[in-house]
């Protein structure tokens, strides 16, 4: 409960600090509506900030549960190989998800979401944005990632006891890399 007391006290302090900043910059009381609309646009910068934020902070939380899904298929594999293999299996997941940072990281994010902004026209993959180069938004990456990273993960039960490790690395990096950004981009 005090928490919330302060939470308000702190806003209702915010708001009298930006009433008090808005009448000061127009003159006080007798230039009313230049003071309200400087009060309206302050609060609507700081409401703008609050919701990219709050975006921000769904994105990260989102992506943490897209990537608990690694260790759900590293659990299904686990129980699907033979008693020996478990190690491997394990291991061949954790690469996973490095190879797909590395691929994602470098070229991916590039591929799928570069330069789609900038442009009226569809092209085959992105253009710019390699190596997160001029990326604003860590948060999607992150996102985006996880799920690149998820569907990398998915082939790896049907490739357990079958692939050396340095293929699948290959696999990995490769898919989502490449295949996952440009059926993204599309």
Same mark, same amino acid.
């Given at each position: 409960? *005090?928490?919330?007391?302060? !939470?308000?006290?702190?806003?209702?302090? @915010?708001?009298?600090?930006? #009433?008090?900043?808005?009448?000061e910059?127009? =003159?006080?009381?007798?230039?009313?509506? %230049?003071?309200?609309?400087?009060?309206?646009?302050?609060?609507?910068?700081?409401?703008e900030?609050?919701?990219?934020?709050?975006?921000?902070?769904?994105?990260? !939380?989102?992506?943490?549960?897209? #990537?608990?899904?690694?260790?759900?298929?590293? /659990?299904?594999?686990?129980?699907?190989?033979?008693?020996?293999?478990?190690? @491997?299996?394990?291991?061949?997941?954790?690469?996973?998800?490095?190879?797909?940072?590395? =691929?994602f &990281?470098?070229?991916g994010? %590039?591929? %799928? $979401?570069?330069?789609? $902004?900038?442009?009226?026209?569809?092209?085959?993959?992105?253009?710019?944005?390699?190596?997160? /180069?001029?990326?604003?938004?860590?948060? !999607?990456?992150? &996102?985006? #990632?996880?799920?690149?990273?998820?569907?990398?993960?998915?082939?790896?039960?049907?490739?357990?006891?079958?692939?050396?490790?340095?293929?699948?690395?290959? !696999?990995?990096?490769?898919?989502?890399?490449?295949?996952? *950004?440009v059926?993204?981009?599309?």
């Amino acid at each position: 409960m *005090p928490k919330s007391i302060s !939470y308000s006290t702190a806003s209702m302090s @915010n708001l009298s600090n930006l #009433f008090d900043e808005c009448l000061e910059l127009y =003159g006080g009381e007798e230039n009313n509506d %230049a003071s309200l609309r400087c009060i309206t646009e302050k609060l609507q910068v700081e409401i703008e900030a609050s919701r990219w934020d709050t975006n921000k902070w769904f994105l990260i !939380y989102s992506a943490a549960l897209i #990537f608990f899904m690694q260790a759900g298929f590293a /659990m299904l594999c686990a129980g699907s190989v033979r008693m020996k293999n478990v190690q @491997n299996t394990m291991l061949k997941n954790l690469l996973d998800a490095c190879g797909a940072a590395l =691929g994602f &990281f470098s070229v991916g994010y %590039a591929f %799928a $979401f570069g330069g789609q $902004f900038d442009r009226d026209d569809t092209t085959f993959i992105g253009s710019t944005n390699f190596f997160m /180069m001029n990326v604003d938004n860590e948060s !999607y990456w992150l &996102f985006q #990632f996880a799920f690149a990273a998820t569907a990398a993960t998915i082939v790896a039960g049907t490739l357990a006891e079958r692939c050396q490790m340095i293929a699948y690395l290959c !696999y990995s990096v490769l898919l989502t890399g490449f295949v996952y *950004p440009v059926v993204a981009h599309s």
